[in-house]
């Protein structure tokens, strides 16, 4: 049993970590994009969203195709963690709580993760087998 917890946290960092470098990246690009050209923020709001999505799909994915099994469980909580932490970082740095609006976003965010844990779970099997 510990090793299997010890794999799902090892798979569930990779996520995390997989979903954090592909916002900061993303983060990049879009603030050289609306330093150098005229694009609007309102203008980019969403590819912004879409990116996002894209990231905790590609972080359960990472955490699913890590861990090899119940990618929902992986997935799910590597989403979580990521709301947690984004959370907490919002809540201690700011002193504000997830409005409605972010609540939902951040559960769609879970259920994302989750779908990417269940494909890379599924992938990398299929992949072992062959």
């Not at 992986?74 to 809540?91: D, M, P, R």
């Not at 740095?93 to 990417?116: E, N």
């Amino acid at each position: 049993m510990k090793i299997e917890t010890k794999n799902f946290g090892t798979a569930v960092l990779y996520g995390v970590i997989a979903i954090f470098l592909f916002a900061i990246i993303s983060s990049l690009i879009f603030s050289l994009i609306l330093r150098f050209t005229s694009a609007q923020e309102s203008g980019i709001q969403m590819f912004v969203t879409i990116i996002s999505f894209t990231a905790l799909f590609i972080g359960g994915f990472i955490s699913g195709g890590k861990g090899k099994q119940k990618g929902w469980l992986l997935g799910g909580l590597t989403g979580l963690l990521y709301s947690i932490i984004v959370f907490l970082f919002q809540f201690l740095g700011f002193d504000s709580l997830f409005t409605l609006k972010q609540l939902i976003y951040h559960i769609c965010y879970v259920l994302v993760a989750m779908m990417g844990g269940i494909l890379g779970v599924n992938l990398s099997s299929k992949s072992r087998n062959s």
